[in-house]
């Protein structure tokens, strides 16, 4: 992961990423990954995503830090669905939010986001930033899914396999 000044394309990607508290972070992604299609998760934010992005980049914020969820990096992506001012919300809104009816005016000047088709990605750390959107450059092919694959050459592999068997008779 890059600051800015050392952004070069051809060495670095950039993510629009939202930041969100553990474990509504998880949440996000963790709820919307099942078989059934059509599944969608929702948050209120004070800003809207970048106009025309539709992937966003999901970043859990360092604190609070929970026992066994991951802070302070990439959890993974989702796709902007759809996106509507508080003010507009339906009570079906209100429902997939699941805030509190007493609770709910302190939240008339966000907006809710609507994501689709979550994709768990490898844990990367992430600079620590303001709840919200920004843009991160990470290194290319830093950012991978869980279901994509490695490609290894025959150095690598060996180094890998003789590494794995002496930490196999370590533990014995």
Request: with cysteine.
């Amino acid at each position: 992961m890059q600051i800015f000044k050392d952004f070069d394309k051809n060495k670095h990607d950039i993510f629009d990423c939202l930041f969100v508290k553990q474990p509504i972070a998880s949440m996000l992604i963790e709820k919307g990954v099942n078989p059934n299609e059509g599944v969608r998760t929702a948050v209120l934010t004070e800003d809207l995503p970048p106009a025309g992005v539709r992937t966003i980049l999901v970043c859990s914020k360092l604190e609070p830090t929970i026992p066994h969820l991951d802070c302070g990096c990439t959890i993974g992506v989702l796709e902007v669905h759809s996106t509507k001012q508080v003010k507009d919300l339906d009570l079906e809104d209100w429902d997939k939010l699941g805030i509190q009816k007493s609770h709910r005016k302190k939240y008339l000047n966000y907006y809710m986001v609507e994501f689709r088709n979550p994709q768990m990605v490898i844990p990367m750390p992430a600079y620590e930033l303001d709840k919200g959107f920004h843009q991160i450059a990470f290194d290319k092919e830093e950012i991978m899914g869980y279901n994509q694959y490695v490609s290894l050459d025959r150095k690598a592999l060996k180094k890998i396999t003789r590494k794995s068997k002496l930490w196999k008779r370590a533990k014995k």
